[in-house]
């Protein structure tokens, strides 16, 4: 079994004296750059036109030291890059690659813009990587609590012999190693989390909107199929995580339920299509879709937007969050 790296595993004091300049203070900028400082490093922000983009005010408010891009880069030992993927190429060839110096670490928390090389470092500076597997604010709320969100490191270039240590330390500020921490490479980190998004999070969302439409037009009440679509999933996922999947079926779920996941759920599943989209991530297809999407103005994710947000389930949701809460 591959190391899964702890606390007891890792030296924080690998990042005394650095400056982390983190880029973007987005979902992932805000919790990691406040974790970090809770940890005891040194962090500045580096953001975009403050008539532009509100990240300057946001992390400002929060009590940190704000500089432009070019700035942070400047005055920094680690840059860590927590843009939105599809628009780190032209802010990085924009603000950042003219200002890095040998010596020091480039950081990303998806090798996307290195695995298709839509970002390409100088060779004398170190490439690292460091995701926590979650939203920023599950990784801030986690952290807050004394636990962490699962994560892995990886090591794109190690000119100075010591870019591992600088990720786990890293990883380690961010609070992921309290929970575990694994190294993988750059391709596995980018196409597994891709492959998660489309398969896991597309069927289970998928799922969930088919599911609550086939039980409203059969006839049920559409509170109960909404509560059965998205609530019911809630309470079982904790207990899978907490005992495993036997143990939830055998000890934990009624007898029904189990016949009903061995007999029945397999039939739901459609692994050819969990093949193909596995094949055509790997050789570059939904990288490509993504990319070409983002450059032409997201049209296909705008009007999934807005046919989604006017649907029957959503309407539901609002009505049913209203008189049930959250
Ligand atoms: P967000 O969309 O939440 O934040 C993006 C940030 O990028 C914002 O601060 C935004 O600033 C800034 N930004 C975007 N365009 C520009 C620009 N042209 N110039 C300057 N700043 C810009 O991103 P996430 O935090 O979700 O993602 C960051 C990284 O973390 C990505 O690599 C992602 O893959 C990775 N990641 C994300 C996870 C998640 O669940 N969200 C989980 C694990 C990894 P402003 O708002 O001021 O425009």
Redesign the pocket.
Known sequence: FEKIYRDEDVDLSVLDGKTVAI?????????QSMNMRESGVKIIVG???RT?????D?AEADGFTVYS?EEAVDKADIVH?????P??P??YYE?IHGHLKPGQTLS???G??ILYGTIKPPKDVDVVLF??????P??RQKYKDGSGIWGCVSVDQDVSGHARETALAIAKAVGSTRVGVVDMTFQHETEG?NYEEQVLYGGTIHLMRTMYNIMVKNGYPRSFAYAKAIRSIRSIIDDIDAVGIEAYLTSRASRTCEFAVRHSGPRVINEKAMEEIFAETERGIFARNWLQEFSLGMPTLNRMRRTWAESDMEQTGTIWREKFGK
């Not at 890059?81 to 993927?85: A, N, S, V």
């Open positions: 880029i973007g203070y987005g979902s992932q900028g805000r919790a953001a975009g036109d532009r983009h509100s990240s300057w946001k891009i890059i927590l843009l939105q993927d628009a780190q032209s802010v603000s990303f928390a998806h996307f813009a995701v926590p597997n979650g939203p920023g599950v990784t989390d």
